[in-house]
């Protein structure tokens, strides 16, 4: 079998919503040594991917400590793979010649549309930094930084191509204009999606052929028109990559707990840096993970000493989960036998997956 683009759905967090086609609960983003692992998986079983697309359950650049973990691994491990991602496009301006140095290629960007009105209908909300906007305010953002995106990816030499998806009624007669606008952007290339409900309650009809052709139609007038040839193949649950070398930490007896680093309990929603203390996870005598107690983070210091008292502090756990983290701490806590996993998702689910839990389990107390 052979996989044009696999898409890697890696992407922990979301920065925006729309109001038609969103998946309440969509499956948990994989860990940076995951993707890895089940790239490996797929070519050990005779599959031959020839370039990944980080993309989904949310925006490729709206954690990028975890997505320049990610693509570090990719670099090591897979040089010769070709690496897309997709995106709205926030900080993507900011962050492009980065995203060239750890070899990107292409930036899949979706822009649905360029003229306000019509984006109020498309997005429920937007957040382009750690706070939510009222979308009047975060559309006009929405564009400018769009459109600067196109510039800074193309001037650092990775390749943009625009996703749009056709929503009958709100943006199919808009294509045109779109099209023109985005070539007066410095775009080349687009592929237009069908809008398709993933719910019988959707409140939108899924986008037919002949409209989804129509406005290809329209594009083409000032684009070229591309297909979308990625490969969508759901990643193994819980881990489970058959004949793969398995990256993921494993608890061991001299460390069978997990550190995470969090404000609301709930969700690992912590920078490394800014945690005062770790909630510590580990199995009780009947082998279920749960919450054992809190640990208060050791007072900072300077340098590397910092994270030299932290792995002192956590020595019997395994892996330490946080939202962001530097390179250094990173190298430094996994030489010293702590692996930092990077992700924005709940805590229950993830600390589950890193004990091998297929069904997610509710802790009683």
């Known amino acids: 079998m052979q996989i ?6 890696a992407a922990p967090q979301v920065n925006n919503r729309k109001s038609f086609g969103e998946i309440d609960k969509p499956a948990p983003a994989l860990f940076p040594d995951e993707a890895i692992a089940w790239i490996d998986d797929l070519i050990k079983r005779g599959k031959k991917v020839f370039s990944v697309n ?7 650049l709206a954690a990028p400590d975890t997505l320049f973990s990610l693509l570090g691994l990719l670099e090591e ?17 900011s962050l492009a010649k980065d995203l060239a140095d750890k070899k990107v290629t292409q930036v899949n960007l979706c822009i649905e549309a360029v003229e306000k009105d019509i984006l109020k209908k498309i997005y429920t909300w937007i957040r382009p930094g750690k706070k939510t906007l009222p979308l009047p305010q975060a559309i006009p953002l929405l564009l400018q930084e769009q459109k600067e995106a196109i510039t800074a990816l193309k001037q650092a030499g990775i390749n943009v191509n625009i996703y749009t998806t056709i929503y009958p009624g709100i943006n199919d007669h808009h294509i045109n204009t779109l099209a023109e606008t985005l070539v007066s952007w410095g775009a080349s290339s687009i592929t237009l999606l069908p809008f398709v409900p993933v719910s019988e309650e959707e409140k939108l009809e899924a986008c037919e052929t002949a409209l989804l052709e129509e406005a290809k139609k329209a594009a083409a007038t000032h684009l070229k028109i591309t297909t979308d040839v990625d490969i969508h193949l759901p990643p193994p649950s819980g881990g489970d990559f058959q004949n793969a070398t398995n ?3 494993q608890p061991s007896k001299e460390r069978p707990n997990v550190a995470v680093a969090s404000m609301s309990g709930m969700d690992v929603d912590l920078h ?9 996870y580990g199995p ?32 019997d756990c395994f892996a330490l989960l946080a939202s962001h983290a530097g390179q250094n701490p990173q190298n430094i806590l996994s030489d010293l036998g702590i692996k930092i996993l990077l992700t924005e998702e709940n805590i229950e689910g993830t600390v589950d997956v890193l004990y091998g839990g297929g069904k997610k389990k509710k802790c009683k107390k």
Do not use: M, Y
Not at 4 to 9: A, F, G, V, W
Not at 54 to 60: E, R, S, T, Y
Not at 78 to 91: A, E, Q, R, S
């Open 284 to 315: 009780r005598e009947d082998g279920l993970a749960c919450l054992l107690e809190k640990r208060a983070a050791p007072e900072g210091g300077s340098g590397d000493s910092r994270w030299q008292a932290l792995a002192q502090t956590l020595s």
């Open 247 to 249: 990256l993921i930490p």
């Open 77 to 93: 491990k897979h040089p010769d793979c070709p690496v897309k991602l997709t995106t709205i496009g926030l900080n993507a301006a």
């Open 272 to 280: 490394l840096g800014q945690a005062a203390e770790f909630l510590i």
């Open 4 to 9: 044009n683009t696999l898409i890697l759905p």
């Open 54 to 60: 980080i993309c989904d359950p949310g925006d490729a």
